[in-house]
């Protein structure tokens, strides 16, 4: 997968997020590196999938919600 996903948390706040290569990320853009562990996560999934997104001690279950180019 590349390009941009959109993906939702159970509270309704969405994440945007473009997958780029390692030497291309910046968080502050919302560009990730696919060898992240949630783009890894992404790879081959389609819409209406859900993956898990460690934030500290805590786990967030994200619904990929939309995928652009």
């Known amino acids: 997968m590349s390009g941009t996903v959109v993906l939702e948390d159970e509270t309704g706040q969405s994440y945007r997020f473009t997958l780029a290569g390692e030497d291309e990320?910046?968080?502050d853009q919302g560009r990730i590196s696919w060898a992240t562990p949630i783009g890894k996560q992404l790879s081959g999934r389609?819409?209406?999938d859900h993956i898990a997104w460690s934030q500290g001690d805590k786990q967030i279950q994200l619904e990929l919600v939309d995928i652009l180019s």
């Open 46 to 48: 389609v819409i209406g």
């Open 25 to 27: 990320t910046d968080i």
